[in-house]
């Protein structure tokens, strides 16, 4: 079929499907969506498993909360046999006052009814966050739970549904249903492989994260520790080997770390899309420290760490803004603040450029941009290596809905910087009279507006109308919260 043939065939499908809709009653259209049987049906299987477990332990079943990650759904729909086909169902129950109250239950569709072929069972109050992954290489992916046992207090469980000896596929479906129901809890129990202490970010990000650090398919799990004192803080990596869950490899961080506050993946710089995590902490004396973590010829290494012990990439006086993919590459930059000189009596004045630099896995450090973050009226300008030690920056908000930033030429402490740019955020305007007036807009969001006008200065900047469009950016918040 050509070109033209496939087009009718999709107008007359859209033509049958509006129809469906058009031609419906009003009442109709507004009644409530439908459940399908399948979710009803998941929903009895969920009700009589708590049904079941009230009339064991003689207590009522509480819901479990799961607080934080990509799985947080009361139900949620799995790939457990990596078929691309979503055929597992996931809830979690909890039963107060007994030995690990935490129940997960896995569900399958099996002859038209949903049926329990997994459980996990853990201590704690809540889950922090779970997630799934093929471990161990085989069978259904493994369960990394990271259980709130308290307060901050976590601990990350990994478990195979694997050794659950499930009635095989010489039945027919109406056999293997039978069997299954007739299974106890015990024989459908995974099989914990680990459980190890854990930390949790500041942030909520989970102190564990699943990556193929070694690029063999399968996933390695990292567990991100801290230690009270501030000191044995590390990272350790885990992996299937010989049969068992086995530590690879430990690095440690930063000495004297008070608090992590972020831990983020990404990859290294180079030619070998090397992962690596990234781990943003506050230090005793109020700096942040920004650790680097990868798998190095077998040996987990923190990449960012000098003779002191404590990383290269330390800041201090500028906290707003963390590790970042800021062009966008595949590969998270890092930044390194450094403040403007000021002219005058303006001493308050606390302007920065930060330089972002990546990591190689030999601890190479290589700049790759600088830029000027303007966090409260939330846009970033890419700065010219021309323009270092050249410049200074200053505010003027005296207009009433119009905040300005005002780029000048750097002539020495006793001299007056000269203004050649400034870039204004403004509630929206009508971009044809801005343009008239020889404003450039820069990019408009709803009710803001950004633009730029250039001062008549002495000192070339080197820039255009062009190159102010390329190099301005506003700022993605999912940055901050990924």
């Known amino acids: ?283 005793a004396d109020g700096r942040r420290a920004i650790d680097v973590v990868a798998y190095v010829n077998g040996v987990l290494t923190n990449v960012a760490l000098d003779s002191s012990g404590i990383s290269r990439e330390v800041i201090q006086g500028y906290t707003e803004i963390n590790p970042t993919d800021i062009n966008r590459d595949l590969v998270a930059e890092l930044p390194s603040p450094y403040q403007l000189p000021s002219y005058g009596e303006s001493t308050s004045s606390n302007f920065w450029l930060i330089d972002w630099g990546q990591y190689d896995q030999r601890g190479n450090r290589n700049h790759v941009l600088t830029t000027y973050h303007n966090m409260s009226d939330g846009w970033y300008l890419e700065i010219p290596e021309s323009w270092r030690d050249q410049i200074t920056i200053s505010r003027n908000d005296q207009v009433t809905g119009r905040r300005e930033v005002v780029f000048s030429h750097w002539q020495g402490e006793n001299r007056e910087p000269a203004p050649f740019l400034s870039i204004y955020r403004m509630a929206s305007s009508r971009t044809s009279e801005l343009e008239e007036d020889g404003w450039t807009v820069l990019r408009e969001e709803e009710n803001i507006t950004y633009a730029a006008r250039f001062h008549v200065s002495v000192w070339d900047c080197g820039l255009d109308s062009i190159d102010l469009l390329e190099r301005f950016n506003t700022i993605q918040r999912s940055w901050y919260n990924e």
């Open 1 to 283: 079929m050509g070109r033209k043939g496939w087009f009718s065939a999709l107008t007359l499908a859209v033509m049958l499907l509006l129809s469906g809709c058009l031609f419906r009653s009003p009442d109709d259209l507004y009644r409530p969506p439908e459940k399908s049987p399948g979710y009803e049906q998941l929903n009895a299987a969920i009700r009589a498993v708590r049904t079941g477990l009230e009339a064991e332990f003689g207590t009522r079943v509480e819901d479990v909360t799961i607080m934080s990650g990509d799985n947080t759904a009361s139900i949620q729909l799995q790939d457990l046999d990596g078929d691309a086909v979503r055929e597992s169902a996931v809830t979690v129950l909890r039963v107060p006052g007994i030995e690990k109250p935490i129940k997960i239950f896995i569900f399958n569709e099996i002859n038209g009814e949903y049926v329990v072929t997994g459980v996990v069972e853990g201590e704690g109050t809540a889950i922090y966050a779970m997630a799934y992954a093929q471990i161990n290489g085989e069978g259904r992916k493994e369960l990394a739970v990271n259980w709130q046992i308290s307060t901050g207090a976590y601990q990350l469980g990994v478990y195979t549904l694997d050794d659950i000896n499930l009635p095989g596929e010489e039945l027919d479906e109406a056999e293997r249903l039978s069997a299954i129901q007739g299974m106890t809890r015990a024989d459908l129990m995974g099989t914990e492989r680990l459980l190890t202490r854990c930390s949790v970010a500041g942030d909520g990000s989970s102190g564990c994260r699943l990556l193929d650090m070694d690029r063999d398919t399968r996933l390695e799990v990292l567990v991100t520790r801290m230690d009270a004192s501030g000191l044995g803080n590390q990272v350790e990596i885990y992996g299937w080997q010989d049969g068992v869950m086995a530590s690879l490899s430990i690095a440690e961080l930063s000495t004297g770390i008070a608090a992590i506050n972020r831990i983020r993946t990404n990859y290294l710089a180079g030619e070998y899309d090397q992962p690596a995590l990234y781990v943003t902490s506050t230090l």
